[in-house]
Structures are given as C-alpha cells and as structure tokens.
C-alpha cells in the first residue's frame, strides 16, 4: 500500500467537517467520562487496526466501563462494554444531529448515563449551535474516511519511531479531537511562565516547558495537510534556523511560530519518511539547543536506556 496517499483537502473537506463534528461528540464524553491527567492526556484517541478508539472509559464516575470506536473499515461507530455487549451504527447517512442524538440513545441503552457538559463544537466556525441541532454538516465519502485513517495510521508510526530517540517526559502518540490533528510532545522538566489571563484549557497543556511535533491534514488557516513543530515557550531567534527538507518553512501564527513541512512536500522526496524524520530531528535539535535542553541526557539511541545494553558490543 502506498506511503502517504495524495489527500488534498479540497477533496473530502465536507467529509472532514462532518466527522471533525462526530469526533467532538464523542471526545467531549471521553473528556466527561475519565480521570484527568496532565496536558489533557487522558482526552485524545489512539490509533486502532480499523479506526480510531476513545479507550476504556466509564467505571470512576459510576458509569460501567465501555469504549466508542470509529471503525473506518466498515464505516460504523462501535460502543462496546466491558460485559461482552456491544452495538454500533452506521457513520455514512448521518447529520451531526443524528449522530448525537443516536449515540447518546445507545449509551443510554447500554446504561450509560454521560452528560456532555458543552453540547457544541469547541473552536470551530459553528461554536454556538448545539451538536443536537446541526444538521448542516452530513456528508461522509466511505473512500475519504478510510484514506484519512490509512494517512494517520502511517505517519503515526512514523513519529513513533521517531519518538523512541528520547528518554525523558514525553507524551503518547495520540489524536487530538477538538483541533483533529496527530500529536507527540517532549517536555524539558521546567515549569513554564503563562500569563494570568490564559484560560485554563490552554494553561493546562502548556504548562511544562515543551517542544511538539505533529500531523494535520489541514484547515482554513493553513489549506493543504502538513507535518509540524513548535516550542513553547518558543526560543528567541528559533524562527531564523533552517528548516529540512527544502519544501519546509515557517508560518507566523498567532505570536509566534510554527515549522510545517507541507504533507506534498514530502511525499515528493525519493524517501518521504525520511524526509519526516529528518524534518522532526532537525527542529528537535535546534529547538533545543536554544532552549538549552540537556540534548545528550535525554539522548536514547535505539530506544534503549539501559546503559550495558548500549553499551559497545553488547
């Protein structure tokens, strides 16, 4: 199967929107049904041999314990029950209003009683209308969706080979449903200073000294699917280092600044996964040279750290 398929946006960006909605609804019952932990790690999805999954989730607040699933190979929804009982619905021919309205039903089915605490999409154009009366949004290409999740899937192992090179805090490779894009990120051990007047979503994910890597597959600020780095706190004079392969820039946004490695750029190196790694290894170290990160402490060559098994001819 081919590495990187071509996935313009223009092509399933109905798709796109539609399921972006499907995610937040059930992110947002992820969000209310587990225990939270640090940089909101316990909120995104994790990759599965057909889809996307919500993880176990349930037993803390009373709930019994079950998961939701997007399978993109059959192209349903699973929910599934630690007791064995499982029900799923189809994901094609569904509004966001229908979708929510048939979720919340077969959870409560299942007795599973969540309540979604902001029924509405989070950062999205349409953040005022509730999920519950969205029927706007209800287009879903069986073709597209499989392609995005075959896309995620690959460069999902890409960064978590690319994840192995480093032995101190770093966060799971996992999806982020309110911004839709594939995550990882490593963390010096330092606090870092934020502004009083930052709201807690972000004070939260922020507040450890950090340098992300990552995968969109684009929207209106940035129209095509890109690889991407940041820092935050973003170093002075970061933005003047070169970036890697040539097809690589930065964008100004938002104060500061992202490297974005266009997905198209990419795919046209004789080695495009070595183009990913080389663009993510680059950032790291310049990132952290400038952030004066212990680089050679963190080090994990092979991802090994056990030192005699690092050691020469062991």
């Not at 839709?180 to 972000?202: C, K, M, N, W």
Request: with cysteine.
């Amino acid at each position: 199967m081919e590495l990187f398929p071509a996935v313009p946006l223009a092509e399933w960006r109905d798709t796109k929107e539609t399921l972006h909605r499907f995610a937040q609804i059930v992110g947002k019952i992820r969000l209310a049904s587990s225990v939270r932990r640090n940089h909101w790690w316990n909120v995104p999805f994790h990759l599965t041999g057909r889809g996307l999954t919500s993880r176990p989730m349930g037993q803390v607040d009373g709930n019994p314990v079950f998961t939701i699933d997007f399978d993109f190979v059959d192209h349903r929804l699973v929910v599934a029950m630690l007791d064995g009982r499982t029900v799923s619905f189809p994901l094609f021919g569904q509004s966001v209003a229908s979708f929510h309205d048939e979720l919340l039903a077969t959870l409560a089915a299942l007795d599973v009683r969540v309540e979604i605490d902001v029924p509405r999409p989070y950062r999205l154009p349409d953040a005022t209308r509730p999920f519950a009366k969205d029927t706007e949004h209800a287009a879903y290409d069986p073709v597209q969706a499989n392609r995005y999740w075959r896309v995620l899937s690959q460069v999902a192992l890409v960064l978590e080979e690319f994840s192995a090179g480093f032995s101190g805090k770093a966060s799971p490779v996992h999806q982020f449903w309110h911004s839709l894009d594939l995550a990882y990120t490593r963390f010096s051990g330092r606090e870092a200073d934020q502004a009083p007047h930052i709201d807690p979503v972000t004070r939260e994910a922020y507040s450890r000294e950090l340098i992300s890597f990552g995968f969109w597959l684009g929207d209106d600020t940035l129209g095509e699917p890109a690889f991407y780095a940041y820092a935050a706190p973003e170093p002075a004079a970061l933005a003047a280092e070169p970036l890697v392969p040539a097809s690589a820039r930065w964008v100004a946004l938002g104060g500061s600044h992202l490297a974005v490695l266009p997905y198209d750029g990419a795919r046209a190196q004789s080695d495009p996964r070595a183009a990913v790694l080389a663009f993510y290894e680059g950032f790291y170290q310049a990132a952290a040279a400038h952030a004066d990160w212990d680089v050679a402490g963190f080090a994990c060559p092979g991802g090994i750290t056990d030192p005699q098994l690092r050691a020469p001819g062991a």
